[in-house]
C-alpha cells in the first residue's frame, strides 16, 4: 500500500514539474516577443520623430524648437506661386490600411499612407484605378525585407513606392508619399 502511495506522489511531482517546465517554455517566447515589439515600437518612434525634424528642417525650422526659422538656400516663392502650386495638387488616399507579411519574417506591417499628386488633371484617373494602384502598393510593401523596414530610412521606402506606382500607372506627377500609420508588430 505504501509503496502505491509513494508510486502516485512521485508522479504527480513529476507531472507538476512537467507542466511548469512546459508552462515557462510556451510564455517565456511570448514575453520576448512583446518586449522586441516594444523596441522595435520605440525605434519606429524615433524614425518618425526623425523624419519630422528632418521635414521642419526642410522647411527651414529648427528641428529642435521650431520656432526658430534657418535661411534657406532656395528662393522664396511668391504667394501667388504658392496659390497656382496648391491649386493644381490633390492628395490621394490609398484607402484602409495596409497589413501584410513582412518577407522572410515572422513579423507583419500594418501602414496606410497617401500620395501628394501635383496634377489635378489626374484626380479621375487616380480614381478609376485605385485597385491597381492598391495592388502595386501591396506587392512592393510584401517585398520589403525586414531589415529595410526597421533600419531603412523612410524616404528609401517612399521612393521604392512611388517608383512602383508612377511607372505603373504611366505618370510622374506624384511628388511625395506620406504614411499616416506605420506598426510592425
Do not use: W
Amino acid at each position: 500500500m505504501k509503496k502505491k502511495l509513494l508510486l502516485i506522489i512521485i508522479i504527480v511531482v513529476v507531472l507538476l514539474l512537467a507542466a511548469g517546465a512546459a508552462y515557462m517554455f510556451v510564455l517565456k517566447p511570448k514575453a520576448d516577443a512583446e518586449a522586441a515589439a516594444k523596441a522595435e515600437a520605440e525605434q519606429i518612434a524615433a524614425m518618425e520623430a526623425e523624419a519630422e525634424d528632418e521635414a521642419a528642417a526642410e522647411e527651414g525650422a529648427d528641428p529642435v524648437t521650431t520656432k526658430k526659422p534657418k535661411a534657406k538656400k532656395t528662393p522664396e516663392l511668391s504667394e501667388k506661386e504658392k496659390e497656382k502650386i496648391e491649386e493644381n495638387t490633390f492628395y490621394f488616399d490609398t484607402g484602409d490600411s495596409y497589413i501584410v507579411n513582412i518577407k522572410d519574417s515572422s513579423k507583419m506591417l500594418k501602414t496606410a499612407l497617401t500620395l501628394q499628386v501635383n496634377d489635378v488633371h489626374y484626380e479621375e484617373e487616380f480614381k478609376k484605378k485605385a485597385k491597381v494602384i492598391r495592388g502595386v502598393i501591396l506587392r512592393e510593401l510584401r517585398n520589403m525585407s525586414e531589415e529595410l523596414l526597421l533600419k531603412g530610412s523612410e524616404d528609401e521606402i517612399k521612393d521604392i513606392l512611388l517608383t512602383a506606382v508612377s511607372d505603373e500607372l504611366g505618370v510622374e506627377c506624384i511628388e511625395k508619399i506620406y504614411f499616416t500609420e506605420f506598426i510592425i508588430q
